[in-house]
């Protein structure tokens, strides 16, 4: 794995002068890279972006790097490296245990970190993920296509296939509105034998499977049709 080929970094950290920092430093060595400063926006980001490698502080704002990270594992085995300033043995333990890969205690030097995610995607390079395109993350909700599964408030929803590619369909086009025959055409397929009133009920029992949607949900627009809304 090459950083020429462009591998995409994730970086959370609260801290705009350290993701500041190595952006400059991962971007000089050939990577592409994103930011997120809060836990929830890490999770959008991480399916919006797909990253091959995410750099998660532990302390961050909404949802520390335990829950993140813990989030991310339920679907994707993309390689964690945490960042943090605790350096107890437990918080090491801890972090490995949720499912991170390494971790670097700060202050590090940035090249010591350029160094150690060089590493960590060696170790990867035949691993690297085939399906970070059909994963969909966001806060309190799993979309993984690769095993049709919908983790939803750390419970497993038993969905339908058409509600699940419908859900799947819409959480991948965050805000954007579909209409329902655009919806019909693509879930169902040109030759289906209905009308739109399918969709209006396969959007209902999604809405009564999943009624809290804080951060994201899915919205009637009047008159035009739905859209996966992202907060």
Known sequence: MAASSKIKILIVDDDRNISELLTLYLEKEGYETRAAFAGR???????????????????LPEMDGYQVCGELRKVSAVPVIMLTAKGETFDKVLG???????????????????????????????????????LAVFPNLAINQATYTVTYYDTVLELPPKEFELLFFLAQHPNQVFTREKLLDHIWGYEFVGDTRTVDVHIK?????MPRQDLWGIKTVWGVGYKFEVN
């Not at 926006?41 to 302390?59: G, R, T």
């Open 96 to 134: 490995l245990e949720l499912g991170a890969d390494d971790y670097i205690v700060k202050p590090f030097e940035p090249k010591e970190l350029v160094a150690r995610v060089k590493a960590v995607l060696r170790r990867y390079e035949r691993k690297e993920p085939q399906n970070a395109d059909k």
């Open 41 to 59: 926006k890490a999770l959008q980001e991480f399916q919006q972006f797909a990253p091959h490698l995410v750099l998660l502080d532990l302390m």
């Open 205 to 209: 029992r999604l809405r009564e499977k």
